[in-house]
């Protein structure tokens, strides 16, 4: 099945620091990432939608200008979280679909962000 | 918010059918039923989805009732690593759709040895 990779696996800063997290789809080309945020024993959130070459769009109340999404290539996503503070500590996942229509959504394995 | 309604945690015995339901009886005509699990701090993983018909897979079997307001996820012969969060998500028609998913809060299943 299609693999999507995320670095870091996890990752502590400092407040007021950002932080670049990357979405990588190994065996396909994904025209369309998504960014999910879980806190604790919460269900994941969609954040935002990125599509290859063109600006995210983001859910209500997610903050653009906090939570960067560049989506350069078929095959890379990034989410940089700017400014970060500890309420942004999370679970973020991304997942891809590929060009022609996947059936499903393929996710990655997540990033654990801790802001002190 | 999510069209799904699942039981939030659920029990059963290692080898044993574990069958999870979900309710979605809001479902349209062009949206498919589709199941993701979340293993403790891992990405969701796809198992497994459906319009009408039932559906198998080597993971899992899914049975969508005739008037389609609900479905059971079936793991015939459940082992530890089946514990997990089990996602229902109604999404319309497959292939294209280009929509984030909507997650519920899912049904918690332990399996116990």
């Known amino acids: 099945g299609a693999v999507v990779s995320q670095h870091p696996s996890w990752v502590i800063c400092k407040s007021g620091t950002s932080v670049k997290i990357e979405c990588r789809s190994l065996d396909f080309q994904a025209t369309t990432m998504f960014w999910y945020r879980q806190f604790p024993k919460q269900s994941l959130m969609l954040m935002a939608t990125s599509n290859e070459g063109s600006k995210a769009t983001y859910e209500q109340g997610v903050e653009k200008d906090k939570f960067l999404i560049n989506h350069a290539s078929l095959t890379l996503s990034t989410l940089t979280v700017t400014s970060a503070h500890p309420e942004d500590s999370s679970f973020y996942i991304c997942?891809?679909?590929?060009?022609?229509?996947?059936?499903?959504?393929?996710f990655g394995p997540g990033t654990r962000l801790t802001v002190l | 918010d999510a069209k799904t309604t699942q039981p939030p945690s659920m029990d059963c015995a290692e080898g044993r059918a574990a069958n999870l339901p979900c309710n979605h009886s809001?479902?349209?005509?062009?949206?498919?039923v589709y199941w993701y699990r979340q293993i403790h701090s891992q990405g969701p993983q796809y198992i497994i989805h459906g319009l009408k018909n039932n559906e198998t897979n080597e993971m899992a079997s899914l049975i969508i009732t005739e008037d389609r307001k609900s479905s059971t996820l079936i793991l015939p012969h459940a082992t530890l690593r089946d514990t997990a969060v089990y996602y229902c998500i109604v999404r319309e028609a497959s292939g294209g759709g280009a929509d984030g998913l909507t997650f519920g809060k899912g049904t918690h299943l332990i399996i116990q040895p």
């Open positions: 809001t479902i349209s005509g062009n949206e498919y």
């Open positions: 997942s891809a679909i590929g060009l022609a229509g996947f059936i499903e959504q393929f």
